[in-house]
């Protein structure tokens, strides 16, 4: 009688279409280096913990990821499979715990895929309309944003459709997708450039002068801070116990440089590539944020950065009181406000066609090893991509969307900061004891000869430093949240992959074949 396969088919069907410059812009997608980090930065660290210094905490942020960027190229350079750190954990420990943290990585992937079509219409679409409509003195571009604001199902008519674009430009196939997220990164860059070169080349009496009387209306600097005062707003000095206290902000908006691990499979020349990919983006995210922070604190004030978050419903605008609407302010010039918007409108997209890939690669790996239906596994022969895995994350995309447009559940409970950092912990303990159970493996790597070899060092630092984050991620609650009840629907979360392992192992036993085998051998690739 002949065996059945350990894996779905003896070919995964996926081949190696990316270039370095392809890796890089996955990476680069999901950490997003421009005004949206920059704007995120002031926006929380300023909400959260008024005093702390924006530039400073984002050094020091910076600092906990290094280690963890290294140990995942050095994985990636060795292991370069599709699913990334699920297929290293359930090699290395178990398909159990592999399975564990790869469906709770799914999950948070998702998540943030769905959240995003709340996120996208009431900040970037409000930012834009609005910023573009006040320049014009376009009444129904303004009255088209508050609507935003004020309407929940106005909101998901924009986010819906959103989701679904996300959805079409992950599953375009190799090339076109390359093509298209290229063309994206090329129009967040320039957006980018546009804002930090405003921000250069104005000062904060310029900012002032621009705010007051902004697009026909009545608003003042002054205005903004009497409001502010009167509020309650006082003034908080910056100190560094306030800095250190805000560092886990910096950790949250620096996640996402390691992503195209999930994508290894399907990158060319991986070894340069991985390096180029995951330690350039999170180099190039943390000199665009800190240039940005820096410069947003000399233009704006540090104070009115502190106190225009407290305002609330008192803020007099359409447009939301992010950096995007501050610098759009001071741009003048008409077709270059519309290059700044276009390219801070099309972040979000750039960046969800990222989290999609990513997402669509673990449930291929799951499914190519029997966990999942092997269904999920097929691969488009004309696209070379993964469709079913790409539908099922569009699907829970879509639940998530609902549950965070007409809900408040997964504010109160969803806690995707703590979920990854425990995952990248896992990750990192494999790149520990790397070198002692697969010697074969690691041989190739730099340091693989030393006493202690260089990966099982690194991985060593970095699986301190994500549990260091993850305690701050269980425990900060601008972060989190951080309360009993998301810390069941964490355990919860990584207790369903537990159960669905179960299930199908019991269920493929009675089928005579024990999927276990697959976690003995390296693929899927």
């Not at 924006?54 to 995942?72: E, K, N, Q």
């Not at 205005?223 to 116990?241: D, L, R």
Request: net charge positive.
């Amino acid at each position: 009688m002949r065996a059945r396969p350990i894996f779905a088919r003896e070919a995964t069907g996926l081949v190696r279409q990316f270039s370095a410059f392809d890796a890089f812009v996955i990476s680069s997608a999901a950490v997003a280096p421009g005004i949206w980090s920059i704007a995120l930065q002031d926006f929380s660290v300023a909400s959260a913990y008024p005093g702390a210094d924006f530039v400073g905490s984002m050094h020091i942020g910076v600092l906990f990821m290094l280690p963890l960027a290294v140990t995942y190229v050095l994985l990636s350079m060795c292991m370069p499979r599709s699913g990334g750190d699920y297929v290293w954990i359930s090699r290395l420990f178990h398909g159990v715990i592999g399975f564990m943290a790869g469906w709770a990585f799914w999950i948070t992937c998702v998540m943030i895929v769905g959240a995003s079509g709340v996120l996208w219409p009431t900040v970037f679409l409000n930012i834009s309309l609005a910023t573009i409509g006040y320049a014009t003195g376009n009444a129904a571009l303004v009255g088209l944003a508050s609507s935003i604001l004020s309407n929940v199902y106005v909101s998901f008519a924009f986010g819906l459709p959103f989701i679904v674009l996300a959805c079409v430009v992950s599953a375009l196939g190799p090339k076109n997708f390359a093509r298209v997220m290229g063309v994206l990164f090329g129009l967040v860059l320039l957006s980018t450039i546009i804002g930090i070169g405003v921000l250069a080349t104005s000062s904060h009496a310029d900012f002032v002068a621009a705010m007051n009387g902004y697009g026909g209306t009545n608003i003042t600097y002054d205005g903004i801070m009497n409001s502010a005062k009167s509020g309650g707003w006082s003034f908080t000095p910056e100190s560094w116990s306030i800095t250190l206290s805000s560092v886990p902000f910096a950790i949250f908006i620096l996640t996402g440089f390691n992503y195209a691990s999930a994508a290894a499979g399907e990158i060319k020349r991986v070894k340069t590539s991985m390096l180029y990919a995951i330690v350039g983006s999170l180099i190039a995210t943390w000199v665009m944020v800190v240039v940005g922070c820096q410069l947003t604190v000399n233009v704006f004030g540090y104070n009115f950065l502190e106190a225009v978050v407290t305002l609330g419903s008192n803020w007099p605008l359409a447009a939301a009181p992010w950096a995007p609407t501050f610098i759009s302010m001071l741009i003048h010039n008409l077709p270059v406000l519309i290059l700044f918007q276009a390219g801070w409108l099309v972040e979000q997209l750039w960046c969800q066609a990222a989290f999609l890939i990513v997402a669509t690669r673990y449930i291929f790996a799951f499914s190519f090893d029997r966990v999942l239906p092997t269904k999920l596994s097929n691969v488009n022969e004309r696209l070379h991509f993964p469709l079913n895995a790409t539908i099922l994350s569009f699907i829970a995309a879509l639940v998530f969307l609902v549950l965070t447009t007409f809900t408040t559940l997964i504010g109160q409970y969803l806690n995707v900061t703590a979920i990854a950092v425990l995952v990248w912990a896992a990750g990192s303990a494999v790149a520990i004891i790397l070198p002692y159970k697969k010697k074969e493996i690691a041989a190739s790597l730099p340091g693989a000869k030393w006493k202690v070899p260089f990966i099982t060092i690194v991985g060593a630092f970095s699986m301190v430093l994500m549990l260091i984050a993850f305690y701050f991620a269980v425990t900060t609650p601008g972060v989190g949240p951080s309360t009993p009840g998301s810390n069941a629907i964490m355990v919860g979360i990584f207790l369903s992959g537990a159960l669905i392992y179960g299930v199908s192992y019991a269920i493929r036993k009675k089928q005579g074949l024990d999927f276990s085998l697959a976690f003995s051998e390296i693929p899927p690739e």
